[in-house]
């Protein structure tokens, strides 16, 4: 068998894999339906001197994401941008993670299109040991990289100059989350959280999430 024929026949076989974008979205709405909100404390590490060191995140799959830091810095992130902080500026460290929690397919497509990721477009592509969908396009200038098997969300390229990786998924108390959240610019990370406990967080609800939680906090300096 020639090689042209060879790679036409691995070709074949990895098309015969790939879910429509829209399919995907439905998979993620599936397994995700239970989803309870979580409290993530993390540790931060970053190239600027004056960053906070501990970060706490707490995710409600439909409320949105608390973003609290040491120093009384807070920041409310709903439909994949900032809605109310303690300051006037939004830190670049700051991580996008609705995309891990939501649950809903209304959501779900609400965040691509806030993200400018176009979800009809669905392609296979290998990401280190594992084979991930990339929604969006492998060429495409924005991106979701989801593990096939797992429907782990690894990655997240917002532009051809930045994008989140999503590391080490493990079990945290029977709560999958990974261990490592990593910002880049170019090719380069900046900010990079190691993640040191995920608990359940059923005690919030809809009221912790209204914009005067963080405007209530002090300015950050």
């Known amino acids: 068998m020639t090689r042209v024929w060879l790679a036409a026949l691995v070709a074949g076989s990895l098309l015969g894999y790939v879910l429509p974008g829209e399919r995907v979205l439905l998979q993620l709405q599936t397994l995700r339906e239970k989803n309870p909100p979580l409290r993530v404390e993390a540790r931060l590490f970053g190239e600027q001197p004056d960053w906070p060191e501990r970060v706490r995140f707490e995710l409600h ?19 994949g941008r900032v809605v109310a902080a303690s300051g006037a500026s939004v830190p670049e460290w700051i991580p996008g993670l609705e995309i891990l929690v939501l649950r809903s397919e209304a959501a779900l497509r609400g965040w691509l299109d806030q993200a400018r990721i176009d979800f009809t477009v669905n392609q296979l592509a290998r990401c280190g040991e594992a084979d991930c969908f990339v929604v969006g396009g492998r060429r495409a200038e924005r991106q979701l990289w989801i593990d096939k ?37 170019r090719d380069q990370v900046f900010a990079e959280f190691s993640v040191e406990s995920v608990a359940l967080a059923r005690d919030l609800s809809e009221s912790d999430f209204a914009p005067e939680w963080a405007r209530a906090a002090p300015p950050t300096h």
């Open 61 to 79: 799959p439909d409320f949105g994401v608390r973003i609290s830091e040491e120093r009384g810095g807070r920041w409310l992130v709903r439909g």
């Open 149 to 185: 098997d797992r429907f782990e969300v690894l990655r997240w390229v917002a532009s051809r100059r930045g994008a989140t990786e999503f590391e080490g998924w493990r079990d945290w108390d029977r709560q999958r989350f990974p261990a490592a959240i990593r910002i880049h610019d």
